[in-house]
């Protein structure tokens, strides 16, 4: 018996469907029909990308106090058929927010 006969497919994530941009949250409905909200805020602190998080320790950088409570989203853009990135009102914008990711952070409603 190989290798490939031990490993096992990774679970695929479901994809969003829709978005909804509410006040001070994202709304996402998903394929499985599971619909989702994140804070703005949440969304920020949650934020993936190499200047939010350590890239070798994975130790966050950015701490909650360095981002305003009332951090709204000025756009989404899509990356791909996996993703979306976000422009904050406090200038950030390189995080890339996996499938994966905005489905860890939402709260199931």
């Known amino acids: 018996m190989g290798l490939w006969d031990h490993m096992k497919p990774a679970a695929r994530i479901p994809a969003p469907t829709a978005f909804e941009r509410l006040a001070g949250k994202l709304r996402i ?27 070798w320790s994975g130790r966050r950088t ?24 976000a422009t904050f009102t406090d200038g950030h914008s390189t995080g890339i927010y996996s499938w994966k990711t905005l489905r860890s952070l939402g709260r199931v409603i």
Do not use: H, K, M
């Not at 804070?39 to 920020?44: A, D, N, Q, V, Y």
């Not at 409570?69 to 899509?78: M, N």
């Open 29 to 55: 409905q998903w394929e499985d029909l599971i619909q989702t909200e994140v804070s703005f805020r949440e969304l920020r602190l949650g934020c993936p990308c190499a200047a939010c998080v350590e890239e």
């Open 62 to 85: 950015v701490s909650a106090e360095q981002i305003p409570e009332d951090v709204g989203v000025t756009a989404f853009e899509p990356v791909g058929n996996y993703a979306v990135t």
